[in-house]
């Protein structure tokens, strides 16, 4: 057992959502999880204080289902963290790079690193994920096979990095929040707030148009709004949000008091300092 508290994240050790654990919560020990309902689960039990979940990348987008998962969590958003995907190549200790001809990472980072794989000549090949691929590389004693994954994935399974960050693109980057069981509305950081929240519109005329009005009205800057199906309806449609600021702004108080007027739901999910890098 240990004294420290834990925070959990999908994947194994190694994972880019472990080092957003390390960078973010360095005085946490990081939990890893097989599938992110494990995740929740493990801050609802107390088996961890905190969870790091993936909600977007610039390269790929929003992370499939995790929209739908967070307002049924019952936990809270109270803070994000953003991480540099750094890609490289990783084998056993003595293994030359003219000696691997395939390489194993997530389907996603494959094509990131195309360029570097042509000009080498190698292979590459879908895995489960990057930190697993580097882990069967290590425990099967693989000569010919490399893995792409983040430097810590090297570090937690003992192999030699080739080749350092290999990505094609210099940009991209995945966007975290850490969510807890109890709400944090405290006012805290140097970069202002942000608030997320779901609603659901009444099922009348223009009814998204006047429950987004009050926001342009009161000069709020709506960072994110996505739309996904409830239920598998087509008619019953959820909105995320993210806007800059507060609840008990005055300007955000108003907002939010018009966007209840026409909606049949609003659940604020989280209260949060914005991270500087999204600046």
Do not use: W
């Amino acid at each position: 057992m240990t004294d420290h508290p834990r925070i959990a994240f999908q994947g194994e050790l190694g994972a880019y959502s472990h080092q957003a654990c390390q960078d973010a919560r360095p005085d946490y020990v990081p939990l890893p999880c097989h599938t992110f309902e494990d995740v929740i689960d493990a801050v609802k039990d107390g088996t961890a204080e905190l969870a790091m979940l993936p909600v977007e990348n610039t390269t790929y987008g929003r992370v499939a289902d995790i929209h739908r998962l967070l307002p049924e969590s019952g936990l809270n958003i109270v803070d994000e963290a953003f991480v540099r995907v750094h890609i490289s190549l990783m084998a056993l200790p003595g293994v030359t790079m003219e000696e691997i001809e395939l390489v194993r990472a997530h389907l996603v980072l494959l094509p990131q690193c195309r360029d570097f794989l042509d000009r080498y000549g190698i292979r590459g090949e879908a895995a489960a994920d990057s930190a697993g691929a580097a882990a069967e590389i290590a425990r099967r004693g693989l000569r010919n096979v490399g893995a792409l994954a983040s430097d810590l994935a090297a570090d937690a399974y003992g192999l030699n990095i080739l080749a350092h960050h290999i990505e094609d693109q210099a940009h991209n980057t995945t966007r975290f929040l850490i969510m807890a069981r109890a709400p944090d509305f405290t006012r805290r950081g140097d970069h202002g707030m942000v608030t997320t929240f779901v609603f659901r519109v009444r099922n009348i005329p223009a009814a998204l148009y006047k429950a987004l009005g009050g926001f342009a009205t009161n000069g709020i800057n709506m960072t994110k709004l996505e739309s996904y199906m409830v239920k598998g309806s087509f008619t019953a449609t959820q909105f995320y949000a993210d806007i800059e600021g507060h609840p008990e702004d005055p300007g955000v108080k108003l907002a939010l008091e018009e966007l209840d007027y026409f909606t049949d739901h609003v659940g604020i999910l989280g209260v949060y300092p914005a991270d500087p890098r999204r600046l």
